[in-house]
């Protein structure tokens, strides 16, 4: 049976030895959250905000342990500031994975709003960022994204898309 | 009720001084934007010092994965009250983390100096009530410059994490930080022993 996609990330992360994994959680990366921390090879830990993790994963790679920051697109949108002045001026590849909310049967008005920013947001910080959509496509672009960012010292961004994970649906609005 | 210290008001660059005197072991030192990091670069460059140049905010969560990366390494944050009020959460993050290598030095002035001194809104705050609130109980503030070296002391000697707040006057930095980001960057990792490198550095 294949792996599922979190199962994929969890080996190509551990393959690229990234180790601390700075979050602010999201439904979608349940799975994966939960398999972080029942590895030990992997120091997961949540953050009060998406910033402090960019901060703590730039620390770190400086000092020499790589990391990852696990977010939601609303955390993204929070992030346009210090991604410009700490690892695009620096230099530093901080990695993010971010579960795409907002699209593709999104029921909460705020997360499709929000979702509007991310694409334009990183393109203005001209940052590597790339889509998976599909499980077959899904070790090559993490594996490639991640060595990348390593080798050119340069951030960079995976968007896990509801066509991966099947995202966070409701199938009707709900009515109190 | 005002927050009830005692603190002498002390210039920050005396304070920079006094720290990196310290600092005999190559500890980290992580500079928060602005006036905080001018005075750590003038107080003289070491190779184990990072001046945030942005980002405002993140001198403590920088600190806090050095310090994670290199458990028998000292890393101190130096941040400005500022700075900290907009990213106070990571107060929580480090009690719950509880980096035993990790020592966080706060700058307050109750001012953005750099912007031309217009008041913070935290007049009635407290930092070290805030930071003992969130769960590390190693905080105090610093009474005088004998007593800032004593607290500096018992950072490098135990345990922390600690917290050491210092109140300031309102003299300007000495001179500022040389802005060439990669290059800060690129000493720095070479400080840290993460980089080695034929090119001189």
């Given amino acids: 049976m294949d792996r599922p996609w979190w199962r994929i990330a969890v080996d190509v992360l551990k393959a690229n030895e990234v180790h601390l994994i700075p979050y602010v959680p999201d439904n979608v990366l349940k799975p994966l959250i939960a398999a972080l921390h029942e590895d ?35 955390g993204f949108a929070t992030l346009a500031n210090v991604l ?9 590849p901080v990695l993010m994975m971010i579960s795409e909310r907002g699209t593709m049967g999104e029921f909460n ?17 001209a940052m590597e960022h790339h889509v998976v959509t599909r499980l077959d496509e ?25 066509l991966l994970t099947g995202g966070k649906a409701v199938t009707r609005q709900v009515v109190a | 009720m005002i927050a009830a210290h005692n603190a002498k008001r002390m210039y920050r660059f005396d304070l920079m ?11 980290a030192v992580i500079g928060g934007i602005g006036n905080t990091n001018f005075d750590l670069w003038s107080a003289g460059h070491r190779p184990q010092n990072f001046y945030m140049l942005g980002s405002m905010g993140l001198a403590v969560p920088i600190a806090l994965g050095v310090a994670l990366a290199q458990p028998n ?34 700058m307050d002035n109750g001012v953005y100096q750099i912007t031309g001194g217009q008041q913070t809104p935290a007049a009635r705050a407290d930092f070290v009530a ?16 004998t007593d800032f070296e004593r607290q500096v002391g018992h950072c490098l000697e135990t345990d922390g994490p600690h917290v050491i707040a210092v109140k300031l006057d309102d003299q300007p930095p000495v001179s500022q930080t040389e802005r060439d980001p990669p290059q800060i960057r690129d000493r720095f990792m070479r400080g840290m022993g993460a980089k080695r490198s034929k090119l001189p550095g």
Avoid at chain 1, 44 to 73: C, H, N, P, S
Avoid at chain 1, 109 to 123: D, I, K, N, S, Y
Avoid at chain 2, 130 to 145: M, P, R
Wanted: hydrophobic content about 50%; some cysteine.
């Fill in chain 1, 40 to 74: 030990p090879f992997f120091h997961a830990f949540t953050v009060a905000r998406e910033e402090e993790a960019v901060g703590i994963v730039a620390g770190a790679w400086m000092a020499g342990t790589k990391g990852l920051v696990l977010m939601q697109t609303s």
């Fill in chain 1, 84 to 92: 410009a002045s700490l690892p695009c001026a620096f230099q530093i």
């Fill in chain 1, 109 to 125: 008005l705020g997360q499709a709003a929000v979702w509007r920013t991310m694409r334009p947001t990183l393109e203005a910080l």
């Fill in chain 1, 138 to 162: 899904c070790e090559f672009i993490f594996d490639r994204t991640i060595r990348q960012a390593h080798l050119t010292q340069m951030p960079a961004a995976i968007i896990l898309s509801p």
């Fill in chain 2, 17 to 27: 001084q006094r720290l990196v005197a310290r600092l005999e072991h190559e500890e």
């Fill in chain 2, 73 to 106: 390494r000292k890393v101190f944050a130096v941040e400005g009250d500022g700075s900290l009020l907009m990213q106070l959460g990571c107060l929580a993050t480090v009690a719950t983390l509880g980096p035993k290598n990790l020592a966080i030095l706060v």
């Fill in chain 2, 130 to 145: 805030i930071a003992q609130g969130c769960g590390l109980s190693h905080a105090a503030w610093a009474a005088d410059e």
